[in-house]
């Protein structure tokens, strides 16, 4: 299986769905995984596929059935892992998942958010209870919150959607973007290529309630080491022996490994796009392709080295 451009049709709206015409599409490692065949019987749901979830445009045409849309609103929408569609020119999307977006957000700020910010919105409030309106979500401490990979997508996300929680947050990332980390938030910041930085330890000596892991290739014992009685590790890239590891931690500690599938919720990017809009969410941008250059957009995200988000524009 390989990416290629070709024409197609512009795809009809059905009657819960709105038809947008693409400002800014974002890549996530789901995109390639998909067109590699790891994820297959499961996903694609059918070829030709088109890649792409996240997209921010303007809605031109929508379907009978939709309440709270129109033609003329700027937006954003996480389209279906099944139907994808981002990486081309007009997309169908859910109305339940595509929310209005206001000139403060730009497209491309708008269009990196739906995976990358709502999984880490997920993993702090639904797995580390995590309160944004000023609780530090049990016993009155902030909790210590470890966010591997902190200059990616997700995790330069998970940095300042953790401090907006209260949390006191150590990141892991590379050396030149130590200070780009620390600017989003991090009260300490380790260079993974360091022995300190691969053994994971807090300068400050702290262990972690919370690890939110947007790296790959870290055993459980090094994250053992660090972690506090009933402390968690949040896996964004869960695999199946991942999946076995967290079954067999369930039965034998307290210590949990919790593998992260998303479950997008409309209420929560609308509150993400609001917290970029009031300036309180930064997107990162690594770079910026052509519609006609994705090829090249595609193979930066494989190389999984980007900081912040890849965007490709029609």
């Known amino acids: 299986m390989s990416a290629q451009h070709v024409e197609v049709p512009i795809p009809a709206p059905k009657e819960k769905q709105v038809l947008i015409k693409v400002e800014a599409t974002s890549l996530n490692p789901i995109d390639w995984k998909t067109q590699k065949g790891i994820l297959w019987p499961i996903l694609p749901g059918k070829f030709p596929h088109i890649p792409s979830t996240d997209v921010a445009g303007k809605i031109v045409e929508v379907g009978a059935e939709v309440k709270t849309l129109k033609e003329g609103d700027n937006v954003v929408a996480k389209l279906t892992n099944t139907d994808g569609g981002g990486l081309a020119e007009f997309a169908v999307a859910e109305e339940r998942l595509t929310v ?4 403060e957000v730009s497209a491309a700020e708008g269009a990196s958010l739906p995976v990358a910010a709502l999984s880490a919105h997920q993993a702090l409030t639904q797995l ?146 609001n917290l970029v809009k009031n300036g309180k969410l930064k997107t990162v941008i690594d770079s910026k392709y052509s519609l006609s250059k994705a090829e090249f957009a595609w193979e930066k995200s494989i190389d999984g080295h980007a900081t912040g988000k890849i965007i490709v524009e029609p």
Request: hydrophobic residues 40%.
């Open 128 to 273: 580390a209870a995590i309160n944004f309106h000023g609780s530090t979500g049990g016993g009155g401490q902030p909790k210590n919150i470890l966010v591997t990979a902190a200059s990616g997508g997700v995790g330069h996300y998970a940095v300042q959607l953790a401090k907006l929680g209260n949390a006191h947050v150590t990141a892991t990332c590379g050396a030149r973007n130590i200070d780009l980390v620390r600017s989003l938030g991090a009260d300490e910041v380790l260079d993974y290529r360091t022995p300190e930085g691969a053994a994971l330890k807090s300068p400050s000596g702290r262990k972690y309630d919370v690890v939110l892991n947007c790296a790959i290739g870290i055993s459980w014992s090094t994250f053992d080491a660090n972690l506090t009685k009933e402390g968690m590790v949040i896996d964004f890239t869960p695999t199946p022996f991942s999946m076995m590891v967290s079954a067999m931690r369930k039965l034998v500690s307290k210590k949990q490994l919790i593998p992260l599938i998303l479950k997008p919720k409309r209420q929560h990017l609308d509150y993400l796009v």
């Open 100 to 103: 209005v977006r206001t000139p």
